[in-house]
C-alpha cells in the first residue's frame, strides 16, 4: 500500500521560512515526477512545484521563493518555503505520479498525501 506522509507544517510570520518534507512508503518513486499543491481556504486546490527527470517546475506565485528537492535513497520529498506571504496560507499536498514528466494538473497524479497546515500570519 502507497502512502505519502507529510510533515513540517505549522504558524509562522511573513517573511520567515518553513520546510515541508514527504515521506513516500510502498514503492520506490525514484525517476518519477513528484510535487506539492495546496489549497486555499474558499478556493480551489492549485499546483505549486514539481520535480521529474528534467528538472523542477514552479508556479509564478512561488518562483523564487520555495525550492523543491527530493532524496531517492530516503524515498522522500521537500518543499523550502521562504519569504513567506499570508497568501500562501492553505493545506499543502505532497503527490507523486507514475509518469516520468511533472504536470501541473490534478488528474496527472495517482497518489496524495493527506495535506500539512501551513499558516503565515501578517
Known amino acids: 500500500q502507497v502512502q505519502l506522509v507529510e510533515l513540517g507544517g505549522g504558524l509562522v510570520q511573513a517573511g520567515n521560512s518553513l520546510r515541508l518534507s514527504c515521506a513516500a512508503s510502498g514503492r520506490t518513486f525514484s525517476g518519477y515526477a513528484m510535487g506539492w499543491f495546496r489549497q486555499a481556504p474558499g478556493k480551489e486546490r492549485e499546483f505549486v512545484a514539481a520535480i521529474d527527470w528534467r528538472g523542477t517546475h514552479y508556479a509564478d506565485s512561488v518562483k523564487g521563493r520555495f525550492t523543491i528537492s527530493r532524496n531517492n535513497d530516503k524515498n522522500t520529498l521537500y518543499l523550502q518555503m521562504a519569504s513567506l506571504k499570508p497568501e500562501d496560507t492553505a493545506v499543502y499536498y505532497c503527490?507523486?505520479?507514475?509518469?516520468?514528466?511533472?504536470?501541473?494538473?490534478?488528474?496527472?497524479?495517482?497518489?496524495w498525501g493527506q495535506g500539512t497546515q501551513v499558516t503565515v500570519s501578517s
Open positions: 503527490t507523486a505520479s507514475t509518469n516520468l514528466n511533472h504536470s501541473t494538473r490534478e488528474i496527472e497524479y495517482r497518489y
